[in-house]
């Protein structure tokens, strides 16, 4: 197979965290993407692959026309539906499957799975927590720049005012104990009114604060800080501000249930020393670690194996 070539389908549902996996891992194999928002009719975009049979007309979305792939590179569940019709009906497509499918992994050439999901197989490819589509900046940062990128209640964390008001206190306390230092607040789709109302009442006086109004400085906040403190609730969040290669603090919230997937992501990426807990520092120490950059290390093993197999 020609690599320079490859026409890569990148499926998701749509959501943005799959399509920073998929196009992550996508662009580091080649440049030739159709990207494709799938959905599925009832009862199929209810059920979990594997009990249902697959057909074409279970796809409310269009199939690219005079375009057959060579590889497919899905992320989430309803992805994998369209990955599994399509591996039938193109004999030699290459399907790439990123997170646990929640299936056999022998439906596909590859999956893709975090360490802390603990999957394993002869062609599941382990990744040091989540792919992202991110680049590392080269250039300088600045070193007096904090980023705090907040998240949100989900099924394993409490996020609310109480929480909010305890980060909000810790922040100041930082603050105060490094006066140089410039507060960058980023929060994310998932935080609430209450949470956003409340970062803006305690910390508006010392902080530049962004809640959703205009361009979102999340990536130039990624490239240009040299510290970050990050909420324990998204894997992918403390994963894309990994490609930094700069200390990320870490504000565990306050677990609904206990989850032994997060769990393991929080231990790895402390015992690799890319992270730290904020709750154990009044003021913010610098270390370094290599930059993470999973997409491109993953999209390298891959290559050599299409390479190894095509020979």
């Known amino acids: 197979m020609n690599l320079e070539k490859i026409k890569i389908w990148a499926v998701t549902d749509g959501s943005k965290g799959m399509i920073s996996q998929v196009l992550g891992l996508s662009n580091q194999i080649s440049k030739n993407i159709i990207e494709i928002k799938t959905d599925l009719v009832f009862p199929w975009n209810k059920i979990q692959p594997g009990f249902l049979p697959v057909y074409k007309w279970i796809f409310k979305n269009k199939f690219p026309k005079d375009s057959e792939p060579n590889i497919l590179i899905s992320c989430g569940r309803k992805s994998v539906y369209f990955s599994l019709y399509c591996k039938k009906i193109f004999k030699n497509l290459i399907n790439i499957h990123i997170q646990n499918p929640k ?3 022998k439906n596909f050439n590859f999956v893709i799975s975090p360490n802390h999901d603990s999957l394993n197989g002869d062609n599941i490819i382990n990744s040091i927590g989540a792919l992202h589509h991110l680049n590392k900046n080269n250039e300088s940062t600045d070193q007096n720049l904090v980023t705090c990128i907040i998240g949100g209640d989900n099924q394993h964390y409490h996020f609310d005012n109480i929480e909010a008001d305890k980060l909000c206190n810790k922040l100041i306390e930082i603050k105060n104990n490094q006066k140089n230092m410039e507060l960058n607040i980023v929060t994310s789709r998932r935080t609430s009114n209450t949470v956003k109302k409340i970062l803006i009442e305690k910390l508006k006086n010392i902080a530049k604060i962004w809640t959703g ?13 040299s510290f970050f403190i990050v909420t324990s609730d998204s894997t992918s969040m403390i994963s894309e501000a990994a490609i930094s290669g700069k200390p990320i ?3 565990h919230l306050t677990f609904k249930r206990k989850s032994k997937r997060i769990e393991n992501f929080h231990r790895e990426f402390s015992e690799l020393g890319i992270t730290k807990d904020i709750i154990n520092f009044n ?6 670690y290599d930059s993470l950059n999973e997409s491109e290390r993953i999209a390298i093993i891959i290559k050599n194996k299409i390479i190894k197999e095509n020979i």
Do not use: A, F, M, R
């Open 103 to 105: 299936i056999s992994s």
């Open 213 to 225: 109004e205009g361009k979102n400085p999340y990536i130039e906040s990624i490239q240009k800080s």
């Open 249 to 251: 603090y870490v504000y």
């Open 283 to 288: 003021h913010l120490t610098d270390w370094s």
